[in-house]
């Protein structure tokens, strides 16, 4: 299989994956150069080595912190333990994609997050608010029982955990 | 991540095939949140040429309510089985074991099918290869399952999943199950022990003494510290099963009116009379000597095995009804032809005896090796005090020269190749050289002359070149190394062979397959041993004794069913891990014992010692539990499974299928799973303990669905997760809350049942409290 995709390379047939990034159209080649996306690559090292999306953050590469959350087609998931030759179709939203492309606003989350100091190092928060978005989106109003379900898969080690879950409450009651 | 190639089927049937093109080395990926972490640490020893990702196979992603059963599609991720209304309304229990999975984003990813396809989680297991290299475990083709004398806090509490094939046991030409009787003995069940036993090898007292011990090498105990000593429980049972042979050398309960004769009474006679005599033949055996027992009583040497052991082994079989004429030389004092009309079938296992001519001068001033080993008495006058050349290097020369050595003579072995090629066991070649035996390697006698009374032997050195056609180094004259040495007696050893004189006509000797095997001649002929096979050891002719147990009595009856699967005892699969070292064995020393020609060298060892020994079995199996939280609920639920090969009941899937083994082929996808509705009056519940809440693979979970119908448990299914290799039902508590009022007082005693069983390991015994309270929880709350 190893031969056949090789040969398929210098044919000039090379396959490609298309994914939206943040409301943006990407066409990937796949292959092992710069630039391109190889089959072992998962979605946080496209995101950040070949787009330069860098606010997705990768700690435990395990699947296990949350810092690599994403949204894919409106749902949380770890960009770390997804492959991005399988995201072919998918829309995907970063930490870079909240905010107001036309006022440049800050998501009402970030916003709170601020207000809220809800982080010191800040290395856990884009997955943070990446969870809280997919939250809101589904559910805009949520009890304070269901934010720490949504958050229970992201991790703070410097134990900004609170601080996190009342910047979601307040984000929730200014979409009210 | 290393490369792969990536497959996107579009169907299952694409999908399906994608796998058995790459034949095992092709990875299906449902979610990817157990196998990407996998790849990433690249602690399997094999890392995977492709992957085919499921998730593009459209319509396996759905929640159906048939009309008596719920099915599920594989591909349905845990987020939606968990916030399924109906789900939560028609089976808590999967939803709540849903909900209970890894994090949000992992049940966003995740699903059914992948979670319970999932590899289990044991950080030996999945130790990464970047952190100094992969931990090669039991699971990955290794000796030792770390976790057994390691940290075992994450591990079954309720033994191992067993391996498919024993090493030891491989090792053993009888492939005798040793964990299996060494388990009993652990518990201090001998009888049990002694009958595991008798199903592989009927004569464990001989072989406990003078077996070369095949098994010891393959010890995967050799790689913590030392090999299982055992031939020395082996010997211990082989007497206990003889002191007590009313038990286990019993009489057919039926004679079933057919009749074996067999022509020798060496270990392939006696254990193919054994077995026949066991399945009600009538056995009678023919030894052409004065005494039963063949080599085993006539020329193996009293200080390895003493004829008592032998007579009473004897006895024994003589007790089961088997008649042994001795004396009896078949071809002259009666005629093959006449056994095989007289008998259903005839088993000729007549050994090798007939010694080898060397074709040299003088040869016949040489004494045969196995005559001197038979009749040393009559010559124990003449030979004390003198210088005697033993030629040969197998086991009959060193038998021969430690013999004499006993006698009072000076023995001196004469070998043309060097001591690492000898045939001779390497334990009685050492204990030769402890004795003061005189080796003369590399030495060719070339012819015998008497002299002035003596005989003087001209010999020439030789040297090692190439090989032979056995594989063996070939020995080669030195051109002008001629010498000669003067000896009293000469007693040549140069190897047996069959006396294939017995069976008349055209029937020809090009048999020689394999040593344990035995082979039908024409009409009621049949034939093994070392009559078969040529010199072997003891435990191999006695395996081809049961192999020609097996081909006469299938030949005899008809093809049915086969003997071994006879076997009906639940193999326990309990491991404990003892760190005590190796029984020593105690030996005299070399100059006491050359005064004991007819007393046992190597003495008894007591029960202690033997019990102990036995602990020291590894038991080998792995230890890692199934992590699945989703197989623990449908098993509960008593749910089925259906892949692209078959559709089972989930408890059926999940079962200690052996080491190796796992749950679907390579090429076996999961497409849906079904759980039927549960009826009125259903109690069901799922719990989980971990260390952190997300994330964490359980500790220990439970999962219990009762039905209760006016006010009594009807029905229940208790479900322990994590305790063991596979999710556990908790029979014994299921059993006592049939028919009762479930209160707390019931749900604290069905706890107490569910986790009586328990074996823990070092680290691991806090997982039986955690489960006992979950049970009772899961139950009354």
Request: aromatic share 8%; proline share 6%; glycine share 10%.
């Given at each position: 299989m190893e031969k056949k995709r090789k040969e398929g390379v210098r044919s000039g047939k090379k396959k490609k994956i298309k994914l939206s990034v943040n409301g943006i159209g990407y066409e990937l080649e796949i292959g092992d150069k710069p630039g391109e996306v190889d089959y072992g690559h998962t979605l946080a090292h496209t995101l950040r080595e070949t787009l330069n999306l860098t606010g997705t953050k990768v700690a435990c590469d395990?699947?296990?912190?949350?810092?690599?959350?994403?949204?894919?087609?409106?749902?949380?998931?770890?960009?770390?333990?997804?492959?991005?030759?399988?995201?072919?179709?998918?829309?995907?939203?970063?930490?870079?994609?909240?905010?107001?492309?036309?006022?440049?606003?800050?998501?009402?989350?970030?916003?709170?997050?601020?207000?809220?100091?809800?982080?010191?190092?800040?290395?856990?928060?884009p997955g943070i608010i990446m969870s809280a978005k997919a939250l809101l989106m589904e559910n805009p109003s949520p009890s304070k029982e269901e934010i720490k379900e949504a958050l229970s898969g992201n991790f703070c080690r410097c134990i900004s955990n609170y601080q996190a879950i009342d910047a979601v409450i307040t984000a929730s009651n200014r979409g009210r | 991540m290393k490369s792969f190639s990536h497959y996107n089927p579009k169907s299952v049937e694409e999908a399906v095939q994608v796998l058995s093109t790459y034949d095992g080395k092709a990875k299906p990926n449902a979610g990817g949140t157990d196998l990407l972490g996998i790849l990433k640490e690249k602690s399997l020893p094999e890392y995977p040429e492709a992957i085919v990702n499921l998730k593009t196979i459209e319509g396996l992603s759905y929640i159906k309510e048939e009309e008596d059963f719920i099915a599920i599609g594989s591909l349905t991720k845990l987020s939606e089985i968990a916030g399924s209304q109906m789900v939560r309304e028609k089976i808590s229990l999967l939803a709540d074991a849903a909900?209970?999975?890894?994090?949000?984003?992992?049940?966003?990813?995740?699903?059914?099918?992948?979670?319970?396809?999932?590899?289990?989680?044991?950080?030996?297991?999945?130790?990464?290869?970047?952190?100094?290299?992969?931990?090669?475990?039991?699971?990955?083709?290794?000796?030792?399952?770390?976790?057994?004398?390691?940290?075992?806090?994450?591990?079954?509490?309720?033994?191992?999943a067993p391996m498919e094939k024993y090493p030891c046991a491989e090792g053993c030409p009888a492939k005798t199950?040793?964990?299996?009787?060494?388990?009993?003995?652990?518990?201090?069940?001998?009888?049990?022990?002694?009958?595991?036993?008798?199903?592989?090898?009927?004569?464990?007292?001989?072989?406990?003494?003078?077996?070369?011990?095949?098994?010891?090498?393959?010890?995967?105990?050799?790689?913590?510290?030392?090999?299982?000593?055992i031939r020395c429980v082996e010997r211990y049972l082989g007497d206990q099963l003889l002191e007590n042979k009313e038990k286990f050398y019993r009489k057919p309960c039926k004679e079933n009116g057919r009749s074996v004769a067999i022509v020798g009474s060496g270990p392939a006679g006696l254990t193919a009379a054994y077995y026949l005599r066991k399945k009600g033949y009538s056995v009678v055996v023919y030894e052409k000597l004065k005494n039963a027992g063949g080599m085993l009583y006539n020329t193996i040497p009293s200080y390895r095995l003493p004829k008592p052991v032998v007579k009473r082994q004897i006895e024994a079989l003589e007790e089961m009804g088997i008649k042994f004429k001795t004396g009896v030389e078949v071809g002259v004092d009666i005629r093959l032809e006449e056994l095989s009309d007289r008998y259903n079938a005839v088993f000729l296992a007549a050994g090798a005896w007939k010694e080898r001519k060397m074709g040299i001068e003088?040869?016949?001033?040489?004494?045969?090796?196995?005559?001197?080993?038979?009749?040393?008495?009559?010559?124990?006058?003449?030979?004390?005090?003198?210088?005697?050349?033993?030629?040969?290097?197998?086991?009959?020369?060193?038998?021969?020269?430690?013999?004499?050595?006993?006698?009072?003579?000076?023995?001196?072995?004469?070998?043309?190749?060097?001591?690492?090629?000898?045939?001779?066991?390497?334990?009685?070649?050492?204990?030769?050289?402890?004795?003061?035996?005189?080796?003369?390697?590399?030495?060719?006698?070339?012819?015998?002359?008497?002299?002035?009374?003596?005989?003087?032997?001209?010999?020439?050195?030789?040297?090692?070149?190439?090989?032979?056609?056995?594989?063996?180094?070939?020995?080669?004259?030195?051109?002008?190394?001629?010498?000669?040495?003067?000896?009293?007696?000469?007693?040549?050893?140069?190897?047996?062979?069959?006396?294939?004189?017995?069976?008349?006509?055209?029937?020809?000797?090009?048999?020689?397959?394999?040593?344990?095997?035995?082979?039908?001649?024409?009409?009621?002929?049949?034939?093994?041993?070392?009559?078969?096979?040529?010199?072997?050891?003891?435990?191999?002719?006695?395996?081809?004794?049961?192999?020609?147990?097996?081909?006469?009595?299938?030949?005899?009856?008809?093809?049915?069913?086969?003997?071994?699967?006879?076997?009906?005892?639940?193999?326990?699969?309990?491991?404990?891990?003892?760190?005590?070292?190796?029984?020593?064995?105690?030996e005299i020393p070399p100059s006491e014992r050359i005064k004991v020609l007819e007393g046992e060298e190597t003495p008894d060892v007591g029960w202690n010692e033997i019990k102990k020994e036995a602990e020291r079995c590894f038991n080998c199996g792995c230890l890692a539990v199934n992590p699945s939280d989703m197989a623990v609920a449908l098993i509960a639920l008593d749910g089925e499974i259906v892949t692209t090969k078959k559709r089972v009941r989930a408890?059926?899937?999940?079962?200690?299928?052996?080491?190796?083994?796992?749950?679907?082929?390579?090429?076996?996808?999961?497409?849906?799973?079904?759980?039927?509705?549960?009826?009125?009056?259903?109690?069901?519940?799922?719990?989980?303990?971990?260390?952190?809440?997300?994330?964490?693979?359980?500790?220990?979970?439970?999962?219990?669905?009762?039905?209760?119908?006016?006010?009594?448990?009807?029905?229940?299914r208790i479900v322990l997760g994590s305790l063991a290799p596979v999710p556990l039902r908790a029979k014994k508590a299921e059993e006592l809350l049939i028919g009762k009022p479930i209160d707390e007082s019931i749900a604290s005693v069905a706890a107490s049942l569910a986790l009586s069983d328990a074996k823990p390991l070092g680290m691991n015994a806090y997982k039986v409290e955690i489960g006992k309270t979950l049970v009772k929880r899961s139950i009354f709350a």
């Open positions: 395990h699947g296990a912190c949350g810092c690599c959350t994403v949204l894919m087609d409106g749902k949380a998931v770890l960009s770390c333990m997804t492959l991005t030759v399988e995201c072919d179709g998918k829309n995907i939203t970063t930490i870079e994609g909240l905010k107001d492309n036309k006022t440049g606003a800050l998501d009402p989350i970030q916003q709170a997050f601020i207000e809220h100091s809800a982080f010191q190092c800040g290395y856990c928060t | 909900k209970e999975v890894a994090t949000p984003q992992i049940r966003n990813m995740a699903t059914v099918g992948g979670n319970l396809a999932q590899d289990v989680r044991c950080w030996y297991y999945r130790y990464p290869h970047h952190l100094g290299g992969r931990i090669v475990c039991l699971r990955k083709g290794g000796t030792l399952c770390n976790a057994l004398s390691g940290d075992n806090r994450y591990h079954s509490i309720f033994g191992v199950d040793i964990p299996f009787y060494m388990s009993y003995i652990k518990e201090g069940k001998i009888d049990e022990a002694g009958e595991i036993m008798m199903k592989y090898n009927p004569i464990p007292a001989i072989t406990g003494r003078v077996c070369p011990i095949f098994c010891e090498p393959k010890c995967n105990r050799k790689s913590f510290d030392e090999p299982l000593a003088g040869e016949g001033f040489a004494i045969s090796g196995l005559s001197f080993l038979m009749s040393k008495e009559e010559l124990a006058g003449d030979i004390k005090g003198k210088k005697v050349a033993v030629i040969g290097g197998g086991n009959v020369a060193v038998d021969v020269a430690r013999t004499l050595l006993r006698m009072g003579a000076t023995p001196s072995v004469l070998y043309r190749r060097t001591k690492g090629e000898m045939p001779a066991f390497e334990e009685e070649t050492r204990k030769a050289l402890e004795e003061g035996v005189e080796f003369s390697f590399l030495t060719l006698p070339k012819a015998i002359k008497k002299v002035d009374g003596k005989l003087e032997l001209s010999c020439v050195k030789m040297r090692l070149s190439g090989k032979d056609e056995s594989g063996r180094p070939r020995p080669v004259p030195v051109k002008g190394s001629e010498f000669t040495m003067l000896f009293d007696f000469v007693i040549k050893a140069t190897g047996e062979e069959p006396e294939w004189e017995i069976i008349p006509g055209e029937i020809k000797r090009d048999i020689r397959k394999e040593p344990s095997g035995a082979y039908k001649l024409e009409g009621n002929l049949f034939i093994g041993g070392d009559f078969a096979n040529g010199p072997s050891t003891v435990i191999e002719a006695s395996a081809s004794g049961r192999a020609a147990f097996t081909l006469i009595d299938k030949w005899i009856r008809g093809d049915r069913e086969d003997f071994i699967d006879e076997m009906v005892k639940q193999r326990p699969n309990t491991s404990i891990f003892v760190d005590i070292p190796r029984v020593s064995i105690p408890e059926e899937l999940f079962t200690d299928s052996g080491l190796g083994k796992v749950l679907l082929d390579p090429d076996e996808i999961i497409k849906e799973i079904r759980i039927p509705k549960p009826k009125a009056g259903s109690h069901q519940r799922f719990l989980k303990f971990t260390l952190r809440k997300p994330v964490d693979f359980a500790i220990a979970s439970v999962a219990t669905s009762l039905v209760i119908k006016d006010g009594l448990c009807v029905d229940a």
